[in-house]
């Protein structure tokens, strides 16, 4: 093999130093794009974000004695609590 046909791959580049076709590359850009550190964070904040606001209605809703239960037709309800003794 000659010096220009020898491709040097170099530690961590992983798929991308494969060869591939044009159709693979655009149709599965994500593995080819180097990680940004800014958008993660964002999106790492958002995500958690969106978790902690659903642990919180769910807290909240358990704490004013409301749990969820299955109707009949198969939708998760929230109904409030009843006392057996009345």
Partial sequence: ?????????????????????KVFRTL?????????????TVG???FTGCIGYIAYMRQKYISNGYYSAIGDDGK?????????WN
């Fill in 76 to 84: 998760e309800e929230f109904l409030k609590r009843k006392s057996k």
């Fill in 1 to 21: 093999m000659a010096d220009s046909e020898k491709q040097k791959n170099m530690p961590g580049e992983g798929i991308r130093s494969l060869k591939t076709s």
């Fill in 44 to 46: 790492l904040i958002v």
């Fill in 28 to 40: 599965n850009f994500e593995l080819y794009v180097k990680p940004n550190l800014a958008i993660m």
